[in-house]
DNA sequence: CCATTAATAGGCG
DNA sequence: CGCCTATTAATGG
């Protein structure tokens, strides 16, 4: 295991990034640190009694949900400074998503007793957090708009185009399997392999099992 | 290895 | 496009 700083860890997180060396130090503390999930293990259910914030120190995770049938629906990912978890830190109820490790992953997390306290102090992080939550509805808005306006092929398109942006890369990675990523896009896991074949053959994309280059 | 899960293919409504 | 079934590929123990 490499060797973890408190600082640095939390220093990575996006809503953290733009605070003055000062005050990631006066988070640092209330912060617990730094825990392992190995591929697979779940980070959070329903249920579970933890409530907070999580940030992702290392490795990826997938937010999803059950329905009534015990059928997934794949809500979104969380990469590297990423972080999740908000809904309770303003009320006591667990949410209903569950987040498990794609790859062998550490988080870190600040209960939502201090994280609330520590905004109380610090308008600077409250500031940060409405701008994340501004983002974050940007996304989820986006992301219904293409659902009900876009074919399941623009769909893909697009969100292989999101991707390769957030990677600075015309080569992507997927972090979802395929099924995952079906899920995600509202569409079967039959539909997603034939969008990219499709893709393909309109020589916009290549696919190399989960690495795809977009032309 | 075997067993399970994931990905693909083809047919049909 | 989704659903179903069959086959193949990949994964994990």
């Known amino acids: 295991m490499k060797k973890h700083s408190a600082v640095a860890c939390i220093s990575q ?51 999803y949900s059950l329905n009534a049938e015990g059928k997934e629906t794949v809500l979104g990912v969380l990469n590297q400074g990423d ?17 498990q490790a794609l790859q062998d992953t550490y988080v870190c997390s600040i209960n939502r007793k201090d994280f609330q306290n520590l905004l109380k102090k610090t308008p600077d992080l409250a500031l ?32 292989l185009e999101d991707l390769a942006k957030k990677q600075e890369s015309r080569t992507v990675q997927l972090k979802l399997k395929k099924k995952d990523l079906a899920s995600y896009l509202g569409v079967t896991p039959e539909t997603l ?23």
């Not at 005050?23 to 503390?29: G, T």
């Not at 972080?83 to 987040?99: P, S």
């Not at 940060?128 to 996304?139: D, E, P, T, Y």
């Open 128 to 159: 940060n957090l409405l701008n994340s939550f501004g983002q974050k509805l940007v996304a989820i808005e986006t992301k219904s708009i293409r659902r009900n306006s876009m074919s399941a092929k623009e769909r893909l398109l697009a969100y």
């Open 83 to 99: 972080f999740d978890g908000q809904l309770n830190l303003f009320q006591d109820n667990n949410n209903e998503n569950f987040v």
């Open 13 to 63: 997180v996006g809503l953290f990034s733009k605070l003055s060396d000062s005050i990631l130090k006066k988070i640092a503390p209330i912060s617990t640190h730094q825990e392992h999930f190995p591929k697979g293990s779940i980070i959070r259910r329903p249920g579970d009694g933890k409530d907070g914030l999580i940030f992702m120190d290392e490795g990826s995770a997938k937010i």
């Open 193 to 215: 392999s034939r969008q990219l074949k499709s893709l393909e053959k309109d020589e916009l994309i290549s696919v190399e099992g989960k690495r795809i280059k977009i032309q």
